[in-house]
């Protein structure tokens, strides 16, 4: 018996087949907003459906619209998606946080794979850029700051003369044109703001901890980082999803 499970972002969205041991055997990225195009997801399922997986489907999500329209695909296809908070994710781990309906289900599941560490600190380059906090196996809430990726977007289409452009790791100096004064403004600019972040947090954490690093700029912001024990794994979300399936469901 094989299971699916997925993560449902903002940008991007990516649905796993995993094996009877819930390991990743394939693995499939698509833009959320192809989610919308009719008959799109039922392809892509059917596809999936070739080998015999079970009736539901475990879903860690952050649009609620695509996470009804990938329900209803589902349903005509005689299965049943499921989303994350539907569970008791205390069993799993303790939230130490004011109101959990207000944070990403995203953000629990990467914490819900990171506390095998104990205690670390989950960066991930999404949409937005975030900073989670695990201490003693208990999540303890943290940081929000914007997304590498759409911050360039958002400057480009907000002014007439400053074009779109692909970020690249040697910046020894100031621009000597527009593309140049974009990558080191973004490339110091995030640099600052990461490490920034992470002081600010960790200033009175007097343990060790690792640093995970996950989502699209993950690699590429890890060399930047100033502290020990960093690594990077874009398969947190979804490992995190598959715990809950595996404890829960």
């Known amino acids: 018996m094989h299971y699916i499970v997925g993560d449902i972002g903002n940008t991007s969205t990516r649905i796993c087949l995993l094996n009877k041991n819930f390991k990743i055997i394939k693995s499939i990225i698509i833009d959320t907003k192809k989610i919308f195009i009719k008959g799109y997801m039922k392809k892509i399922f059917k596809k999936l459906f070739k080998i015999n997986v079970k009736k539901k489907i475990l879903f ?5 619209f695509a996470l009804k329209r990938i329900k209803n695909c589902l349903k005509d296809l005689n299965k049943d998606a499921v989303e994350i908070k539907k569970f008791n994710l205390k069993r799993l781990i303790k939230l130490n946080i004011k ?3 207000q944070i990403g289900s995203d953000r629990i599941v990467n914490s819900i794979e990171g506390k095998k560490y104990k205690n670390c600190l989950i960066i991930d380059f999404g949409t937005a850029t975030t900073f989670d906090i695990v201490k003693n196996r208990v999540y303890e809430g943290g940081v929000i700051a914007p997304g590498v990726k759409l911050s360039m977007k958002n400057l480009s289409q907000s002014t007439a003369l400053l074009p779109m452009f692909n970020l690249k790791n040697k910046q020894n100096s100031y621009g000597k044109n527009t593309k140049e004064a974009l990558n080191a403004g973004f490339i110091w600019g995030y640099e600052g703001l990461i490490n920034n972040i992470i002081n600010k947090i960790t200033l009175k954490w007097k ?5 995970i690093l996950t989502g699209g700029y993950s690699i590429f912001f890890k060399k930047m980082i100033k502290k020990k024990g960093v690594i990077v794994d874009k398969d947190i979300t979804i490992k995190g999803v598959a715990k809950v399936y595996r404890e829960l469901l």
Do not use: R
């Open 60 to 64: 860690s999500s952050v649009v609620p």
């Open 99 to 101: 109101n959990v309906n």
């Open 207 to 211: 343990m060790k901890y690792k640093i």
